[in-house]
């Protein structure tokens, strides 16, 4: 035994020795680089260009352009290279930047739908998929995962992220990075991952895009950097700050959190990057008087490389010579940006096959990895009578303008998908059912009713209709904030309408957010939410419908009632009066009612208090019982592991996939805690009748938070736990921590 540990410390010593001296190796080659550049040659490492062609070229050539975004013709990228490479007067290669936020060209889920799945190992190869056909085009690093957590789906770029939640959060952008960077930054399949958008992006005032946050450190530390840190700490190669100001301070310019916490806190080691002119929008803000300030606070706060702003390459020089900002502190950033470089193995590899990109893109096992993951996407919200899955029915009414929409089915940053690949709903159902084809309207805003005759009729001849309603890509995504989250359009209108011919009637909702649903759920028997599915979504829609695949989708985000809810999250802080469900709604409040008869809790009068489904909901074709549940130990002490015990059972005729969560709350802290956090899920898989015993745990110094001497620490204290299929189920069972 001894033996073998000592093998075992033996080997890890080794490792850690060829990891400790290629790190030594590349710093070696990065300063012996460096101490042979220009300033202008170290300023030209520091300016990203959109595109290729003979403008880049031309600054590649002479060493004024280190890196390119938006090109992905592998010969425009080696036309650039060949600039840089053989041209330039130190060869230094450029590296090339891409949005490849959910697949390249074999386009998944939008991130949103992705976080649905639960299921961070399938996330995890579908960025692996992304990474072999984007590289495959000359891309080197993408612009993902995006970390920002979303409370308030009016905000468009909710579709980008996981949603409201800290670890769901976490667990997928991990699982990200690992799949674009793969085991080895120098493999040719690796591309670069950018955790974004550094940060508090998505507290947006009122969800409007690019908006003022007032975020407090101790929010900032508890819920919005735990997944940034956690991509540092598996080697996020690089980040990009975001557009937004928190508490007056744009992030681009925030020496706190690109300094002191990234770098020093986090101990970061890799490449900062601008949002798209975020440096030269520090104007705008009212932060910077012009591009040249703008360009000295972007700089000086630890801002890397500068995307498309062009102050770095027209001031920097300007400010060293002044002394505004100190040539050390451009040696560094050109560090960064060479360290990369060496990393990726760009000096050894710097061109792309151009035919390589032919062998990989829809390769079959990226197309079976993207359906799968469309399958667990899907979330079942309804299923009155179990009238899904569909086995029984021979025809069915197909309508709504989302059951053949190629392009829009790919959802928001598909730049590379190409939609004659998609297969949609209407194809796919074409494979296992008559199907009676009304599209009813046009597009998710058409307002036009004309055609709604044809399929009332078309109805009647069908034993079921399947009504596919949502959003075009466009609505989502950036600057696509709305103020409205109900249905776009008359597509209401549209599943009223079916809902009048008396069959069954089952819509699927393909969207970029969660939307307000409420009235169209009254509608129609059984509700599919799909999110934008991607490439596969038709096939993936259809085995679901068919039965031949079970929903195992849960919310990452909470669905409300009326947008005037938002922001609305699970893992809030109590009032002083939280709800008690005795609230008078606005129905009820009799004519000239006293001031105090309402309760004087928080709700709202007309939508009340509770969301239409909460945060980690959703329904399957089978049923399961979570049973005797048991803490192995209720008082423990802070290095002690929770250990919980229950059986989980499948109490319904279909094989079926439960994701269990564990929830905490932290009854009495120093600040105050939220009444639930998320600490743990796992997938199960079920046959009918079967019974699992599941054992789950969880340190005791997960429990940890940044309390009121901003110290990260587990207070003593009680505790409940909960174990259940979403975030508002379940039974408290108390804890102690001494
Ligand atoms: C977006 C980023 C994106 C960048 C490059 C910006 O507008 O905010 O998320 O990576 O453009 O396309």
Redesign the pocket.
């Known amino acids: 035994m001894k033996k073998l540990q000592l093998l075992a410390v033996g080997s890890l010593l080794a490792l850690c020795l060829a990891g400790c001296s290629e790190k030594d190796e590349i710093d070696r080659k990065v300063d012996e680089l460096l101490s042979k550049m220009t300033l202008r040659e170290k300023i030209g490492q520091m300016h990203q260009v959109?595109g290729a062609g003979t403008h880049a070229e031309e600054a590649a050539a002479k060493g004024e352009v280190g890196s390119i975004?938006?090109c992905v013709d592998p010969a425009e990228i080696n036309a650039v290279q060949r600039a840089a490479v053989e041209q330039s007067r130190l060869g230094i290669p450029v590296i090339v930047?891409?949005?490849v936020?959910h697949g390249f060209r074999t386009i998944f889920p939008i991130p949103l739908g992705l976080a649905a799945t639960f299921d961070p190992e399938l996330v995890e190869q579908g960025a692996r998929v992304a990474a072999i056909e984007a590289t495959a085009s000359g891309v080197h690093w993408t612009?993902?995962p995006?970390l920002d957590i979303a409370r308030d789906s009016r905000w468009g770029?909710v579709a980008?992220g996981s949603g409201e939640d800290p670890y769901l959060d976490t667990q997928m952008g991990v699982a990200m990075v690992r799949g674009y960077q793969g085991d080895d930054f120098a493999d040719p399949t690796s591309m670069a991952a950018?955790i974004?958008?550094f940060v508090g992006?998505g507290a947006a005032e009122g969800g409007r895009d690019y908006n003022s946050t007032m975020i407090s450190e101790r929010s900032l530390r508890n819920t919005y950097f735990p997944a940034f840190k956690a991509c540092v700490d598996a080697g996020a190669l690089t980040l990009?700050t975001?557009?937004n100001e928190i508490d007056g301070i744009p992030s681009t310019g925030n020496d706190f959190l690109l300094k002191d916490v990234l770098r020093q806190e986090w101990g970061f080691d890799g490449m900062v990057v601008t949002?798209?002119?975020?440096s030269g929008e520090m104007v705008a803000h009212g932060f910077a008087k012009d591009l040249k300030h703008a360009t000295e606070l972007s700089v000086n706060a630890g801002v890397d490389m500068d995307?498309?702003s062009f102050g770095y390459i027209s001031y920097i020089e300007e400010l060293v010579k002044e002394g505004k900002i100190k040539e050390e502190t451009i040696d560094n950033a050109v560090r960064n940006i060479l360290k990369l470089k060496f990393r990726l193995g760009l000096f050894d590899n710097p061109y792309v096959d151009v035919d390589a990109s032919a062998r990989v893109d829809y390769a079959p096992e990226h197309l079976a990895a993207a359906k799968q993951s469309a399958v667990e996407s899907a979330i079942l919200l309804q299923n009155d009578n179990d009238v899904l899955p569909l086995d029984k029915a021979r025809t069915i009414l197909v309508t709504g303008p989302m059951a053949d929409a190629p392009y829009d089915q790919l959802g928001t940053?598909a730049f590379d998908g190409q939609s004659e690949h998609t297969v949609t709903p209407l194809q796919a159902l074409r494979e296992c059912y008559e199907v009676i084809y009304e599209p009813g309207l046009a597009y998710s805003r058409d307002r036009d009713t004309k055609d709604f005759a044809k399929v009332r009729a078309a109805a009647q001849r069908a034993d079921a209709a399947v009504v596919f309603v949502g959003e075009e890509a466009i609505l989502s995504g950036?600057?696509h904030s709305l103020s409205s989250l109900n249905l776009q359009g008359a597509q209401s209108e549209l599943i009223a309408e079916v809902r009048k011919s008396g069959k069954p009637v089952v819509v699927v909702v393909i969207a970029g957010r969660p939307l307000t649903i409420e009235r169209d759920l009254a509608n129609c028997d059984a509700m599919l939410y799909a999110f934008h599915p991607g490439t596969m979504g038709g096939e993936a829609l259809a085995d679901l419908i068919k039965g031949k695949a079970v929903p195992s989708g849960k919310s990452p985000m909470t669905f409300l009632r009326d947008a005037g809810q938002a922001p609305f999250y699970y893992n809030h802080n109590n009032t002083g009066r939280p709800c008690n469900g005795t609230e008078t709604l606005l129905e009820d409040i009799p004519m000239k009612a006293g001031q105090t008869s309402l309760g004087c809790t928080s709700y709202y009068l007309d939508s009340g208090y509770g969301p239409l489904f909460p945060f980690g909901y959703g329904l399957s074709y089978t049923t399961f019982e979570y049973g005797n549940i048991t803490l192995e130990k209720t008082a423990l002490g802070k290095d002690d592991t929770i250990v919980v015990e229950f059986d989980l059972s499948n109490t319904g005729k279909r094989d079926g996939v439960e994701v269990v969560q564990l929830y905490t709350r932290d009854l009495v802290g120093s600040v105050v805690r939220p009444v639930k956090e998320l600490r743990r899920f796992e997938r199960v898989a079920l046959a009918a009748g079967e019974t699992k015993h599941i054992r789950m745990e969880l340190p005791v110094a997960e429990l940890a938070f940044w309390n009121r001497d901003m110290q990260y620490v587990v207070e003593p204290g009680d505790f409940q736990l909960w174990v259940a299929g979403d975030s508002a189920s379940g039974e408290a069972y108390p804890f102690s921590v001494e």
């Open positions: 959109s975004l938006n930047g891409r949005d936020i612009f993902s995006m770029r980008e950018c974004k958008h992006y990009m975001s557009f949002d798209w002119n975020s995307m498309m940053w950036e600057a």
